[in-house]
């Protein structure tokens, strides 16, 4: 994982709520054994037309937005299955960063350790930036806030392990991995309980 | 001693690091379910670091969402879908193979779904912290587990060192009091929950059902409420065990034996949420507001009493999700013409689902143009219905009695609808494209479903029994 401390783009924006990962990529792409190259399956359904020409009414299929690595969604970004998946397919196809009001659990978790950074912004901010697709936005990492053109600043929580693991561009494995002793005491402590 | 909830029991018995500012919990992993999507990438991140895997014994690795549910041909081989399905079942083979882990695959009397599974042969039980690369995982949440859904990097830290790194999460009580009507099951229950918090309600929680509705409900039941806690966004779903857990559990495989069952039940019973312990919130709902309850949207939020108009769209998303449905709003949608109905899932695929489905279908036909599926849970639940006859009914019915896995649920395996085929589905999840690009699913009760599929229509299955009877 490369460090991640700066993201500047302009914004595509998916003005929907509760975009589900089996839209972001649907179950029959995940019989792959690997986890490169999804990119081409991201939003599939939605993105190509029954020939499978892009379809021209999907906003991340306009012009505009080419080369984006920033996507406003609507509330609640991410819902439904545990496929990480999802966070692979937007990785692969250009996004680092995903803004919503509520971006869901299982989602965010896979996605901050694979370097897709999830923003939770305030309900009136999140309504400015899905009206304004397009703006460039300046995404601080370690200062935590969102630069808009207009000179406001947009603060958002990060969880500060996850921060640290972005930041440094390292993974979560290693961290758990030197707690060893402490795993191997937990076991011996509990070898003769039931659960 | 200071008062705690269940949830706080179990996630304190389980820390080996507790959280500070800086980090978050190391929480040790009772017991890790494995299945051939979502773990190819884990094991090669183990490989390509030189790691073994900490604790095989403590992995249960079944082949579910990719496998076809259509008998293996008389040389032995399965019809998958793509070679990439087969090849994802090889790999779990091989990986297990050469990481010493229990593979409950082809020919295994367990193999099955993997949160039937589980349960089934007494690997989960009260008390204990289970993860699978499976957002329904939360089903297990049925025995007073704590259980949540993980991705596959997750998989991996879990292989290595049979941990997770956890934040800990707040805490929800659902509270349904009362007795459910006669009719109105646990799938009608947790759809009337999904809609009243909503799709988003549960984020960043854990939900502990309880109540006298709950504590009625038997294992069966409990394990369908837990299992769509996701569908509210609920990091999990736990009910306390009760002497309906202990009784189910008594003498499965893995459940423990003779002094140490004893010893297990006396520690179960400790694992309810104490008098005064707080949480972090609270919804009331009475069991006698619940009538049978169905999906008309493209979430497991939008549900409406099956006999009732459905709601006028409020905004463009809801728009856009009846156009996608082809349903108006004010639209009653008894009446409205099914294609495919699909009995199955680790939502209902247990032999009580069954069940109720073939009483239904008993002495009854499939309606003309209607394509029935009839999906059970794992092998044993297959053969079990078997003993009773259950597949003698569907088959009589018209209906297709097949193989154990995932099937149309996630569509994974090649069981999909066509496009604007409208299926009545007991699954979970009604996206768009889920049970096929362009299908449409309406989510409901195995009795829903069976009265659909031999009456050619949504049909209130109260009005239903009693032209019956």
């Not at chain 1, 998946?85 to 937007?90: G, S, T």
């Not at chain 2, 779990?92 to 039937?116: K, P, Q, T, Y």
């Amino acid at each position: 994982m490369k460090p991640l401390t700066q993201i500047r783009s302009r914004t595509a924006v998916l003005p929907f709520e509760n975009i589900d990962t089996d839209r972001i990529i649907p179950a029959r792409f995940l019989t792959t054994t690997e986890r490169s190259g999804l990119g081409r399956f991201a939003f599939n359904d939605w993105r190509y037309s029954a020939d499978g020409s892009d379809n021209p009414d999907f906003p991340l299929n306009k012009p505009e937005t080419k080369g984006c690595a920033i996507l406003v969604a609507g509330h609640n970004f991410g819902c439904g299955s545990s496929r990480e998946h999802a966070p692979w397919a937007l990785l692969d196809f250009g996004l680092q960063a995903v803004i919503s009001s509520e971006i869901a659990d299982i989602f965010r978790s896979n996605s901050l350790k694979n370097g897709l950074l999830t923003i939770v912004v305030p309900a009136d901010a999140h309504r400015r930036l899905l009206e304004q697709p397009g703006i460039e936005l300046s995404i601080d990492v370690r200062e935590q806030f969102v630069a808009v053109p207009d000179g406001s600043r947009i603060g958002f929580e990060l969880e500060p392990f996850a921060k640290h693991c972005l930041l440094n561009g390292v993974d979560q494995l290693g961290y758990l991995l030197q707690q060893n002793d402490a795993i191997t005491a937990y076991e011996h402590q509990h070898k003769d309980q039931a659960a | 001693m200071t008062a705690k909830t269940l949830f706080e029991k179990v996630w304190d018995a389980h820390e080996v690091v507790a959280e500070t500012n800086d980090t978050p919990a190391t929480l040790y992993v009772d017991l890790h379910l494995i299945h051939e999507v979502t773990t190819p990438q884990a094991f090669t991140e183990l490989r390509q670091r030189g790691l073994p895997v900490r604790r095989p014994d403590k992995v249960l690795a079944t082949l579910d969402h990719s496998t076809p549910t259509s008998p293996a041909d008389a040389a032995g081989n399965y019809a998958y879908v793509t070679p990439e399905a087969g090849q994802q079942v090889a790999m779990l083979e091989a990986n297990c193979a050469e990481f010493g882990i229990e593979l409950n695959g082809w020919g295994s009397d367990h193999r099955g779904i993997v949160h039937v599974i589980g349960p089934e042969y007494g690997a989960t039980q009260p008390g204990m912290t289970i993860v699978c690369g499976d957002s329904h995982t939360a089903t297990h949440g049925a025995f007073g587990a704590l259980a949540f859904g993980i991705g596959t990097t997750e998989v991996g830290h879990v292989l290595a060192t049979q941990c997770l790194l956890q934040r800990k999460p707040k805490t929800l009580a659902i509270h349904v009091n009362g007795k459910l009507k006669p009719g109105v099951g646990a799938k009608d229950l947790i759809l009337h929950v999904i809609g009243k918090i909503g799709v988003g309600g549960g984020t960043g929680q854990v939900i502990e059902y309880r109540g006298s509705a709950i504590e009625a409900l038997s294992m069966e039941q409990r394990m369908t409420v837990c299992n769509m806690s996701i569908e509210a966004g609920a990091r999990a779903g736990l009910i306390a065990p009760d002497e309906t857990t202990f009784a189910w559990l008594k003498g499965r495989p893995r459940a423990p034996q003779g002094a140490a069952w004893d010893a297990a039940v006396t520690h179960w019973k400790s694992l309810v949420t104490d008098d005064g312990a707080a949480y972090d919130n609270e919804v009331f709902i009475d069991a006698t507001d619940i009538g049978a309850t169905i999906t008309y949207g493209t979430h497991p939020g939008m549900v409406t009493p099956i006999g009732a108009a459905i709601p006028a769209a409020r905004d463009a998303q809801e728009e856009k999700a009846l156009a996608y449905m082809q349903f108006s709003g004010g639209q009653r949608l008894t009446g409205e013409k099914v294609d495919v109905v699909f009995v199955g899932s680790c939502t209902n695929s247990r032999l009580s689902d069954l069940r109720e489905a073939a009483d239904v279908m008993r002495g009854r036909k499939v309606a003309p143009g209607v394509r029935a599926l009839i999906v059970p849970g794992s092998v044993l639940i297959k053969r079990e219905a078997e003993a009773e006859g259950l597949d003698e009914v569907f088959r009589a019915a018209g209906a297709e009695w097949r193989e154990a896995g995932c099937s149309m649920c996630i569509g994974m395996n090649g069981d999909i609808a066509q496009p604007g085929q409208l299926v009545v589905s007991t699954s979970n999840r009604n996206f768009e494209g889920r049970q096929g690009k362009g299908a449409r699913t309406v989510l409901a009760s195995p009795l829903v479903a069976a009265v659909a599929a031999v009456t050619g229509q949504i049909t209130d299955p109260s009005t239903f029994l009693e032209q019956a009877a």
